[in-house]
């Protein structure tokens, strides 16, 4: 009875071992299939998106949104100064030699057109105006001679002769009252009230623009030649740049086209002034090889100066499209990538995925590049606004473990 139970026992021990090494064969071959299907779809992963937890995420401060249209523009930078058009600043000089009275005005001063600058006096602008008196009544008398004489010509009380005469006087002195006239008018003196026996003693010089004064070149008492400057005015109400264009870039500007300056040393987050180009130079300065461009600018507020230095941005193209942050793109060989980015629940903590999309780059502006996708967007879909670079990293460094 005892031989019997042991060799039942040795039986049923036997079956036991072997159910126990297929069923740990079989568990065995089954963890390995599903590790091995595991590291595949991690390994392909790795080759197609980049995986971010929130912690991640929020330490690389990666910003997310769309797409988004912008107005691009490309620049031709050029430096120069302010000036002031030609038509704007006047010479204010003396018609003839005096003496200088007074002066009413001083450097700075704002002044009107025919405002009063200063007075001269001196004999000669006497002398000059008892000329043009005495002429302009001799002329008066030689009117009323003409007329007795032609009347006595034909009553045939006298001969031709002496009336041809009489003409002839009126007109030489017609001419001298002409000419003493229009100097009487360069110094603004009033010809009816000289007409009426008013001699002045003073002249006014007045101011022949709107401006500011910005010189004063008499004193009082000083005797001025004729044709001395006296004073020099400016108009600042449409100051414009006169910038200087290399000759690598003159064929990218043209009359119309706009510019953006900067004045003196202000910085480049300063806001910048608008302008219009309305000439552009035909010759070129020799040294450097450059031509100058001119720009108008609105100045109401009068702030800005003759002489200062400029810096200017002439939008040479414009265009809107689509557009990201520098930052956004990354290159990888010849082609140019942005990282699509996606938000979603992992064992219920947020992770991030990015997926690199291969794109086309156009005109790039203040830190903006066009996008132009190869394959239409999803609507809705948002990007990486940044880190571009670091993403491109990480995916190659995953490919780069994959492949061993």
Not at 30 to 59: C, K, P, T, Y
Not at 63 to 84: C, F, H, P, R
Not at 295 to 319: D, H, T
């Amino acid at each position: 009875m005892k031989k019997y139970l042991s060799i039942v026992s040795l039986v049923w021990f036997s079956l036991l071992a072997t159910n126990c090494q297929q069923s740990s064969s079989h568990s065995h071959s089954h963890d390995e299939a599903h590790e091995e299907h595991d590291h595949h779809d991690h390994g392909e992963g790795h080759a197609e998106e980049i995986s971010l937890n929130e912690n991640q995420f929020r330490a690389l401060n990666i910003q997310i949104d769309s797409l988004q249209k912008q107005n691009l523009q490309s620049y031709v930078e050029a430096n120069g100064q302010l000036e002031v058009p030609p038509q704007n600043q006047a010479a204010v000089t003396s018609i003839i030699g005096a003496n200088v009275s007074s002066i009413e005005v001083i450097e700075g001063d704002e002044v009107k057109k025919g405002q009063v600058l200063a007075y001269l006096s001196h004999p000669a602008l006497i002398q000059l105006q008892s000329d043009y008196l005495q002429s302009w009544h001799q002329l008066r008398f030689q009117e009323a001679e003409i007329e007795r004489q032609e009347k006595l010509f034909k009553e045939k009380v006298n001969s031709g002769k002496e009336y041809q005469k009489a003409q002839a006087d009126y007109a030489a002195l017609k001419s001298k009252v002409l000419g003493l006239e229009a100097q009487v008018k360069l110094l603004g003196l009033d010809l009816k009230v000289l007409q009426e026996g008013k001699i002045y003693e003073k002249v006014a010089v007045k101011s022949p623009i709107n401006g500011f004064i910005q010189l004063v070149e008499i004193k009082t008492g000083q005797y001025v030649q004729a044709q001395k400057e006296l004073f020099e005015i400016v108009n600042i109400d449409h100051i414009h740049a006169d910038l200087m264009v290399f000759e690598k870039d003159i064929n990218k500007v043209a009359q119309g086209q706009k510019v953006w300056l900067r004045v003196g040393t202000e910085g480049k987050d300063a806001p910048a002034l608008g302008g219009k180009i309305y000439s552009v130079g035909k010759s070129f300065e020799q040294n450097p090889k450059a031509v100058h461009i001119h720009a108008s600018i609105e100045n109401k507020e009068g702030k800005l100066l003759p002489g200062l230095y400029v810096r200017g941005r002439i939008v040479s193209e414009e265009a809107t499209g689509f557009a990201l942050p520098e930052e956004a793109v990354v290159q990888e060989d010849e082609q140019y990538y942005i990282f699509s980015a996606e938000a979603h629940q992992h064992h219920d903590e947020k992770e991030w995925l990015f997926k690199p999309i291969a794109v086309k780059t156009g005109a790039r502006s203040e830190g903006w590049v066009e996008i132009i996708p190869l394959e239409e967007i999803a609507p809705g879909q948002v990007f990486a606004w940044n880190q571009a670079y670091y993403l491109m990293a990480e995916l190659k460094k995953g490919e780069a473990e994959h492949s061993h």
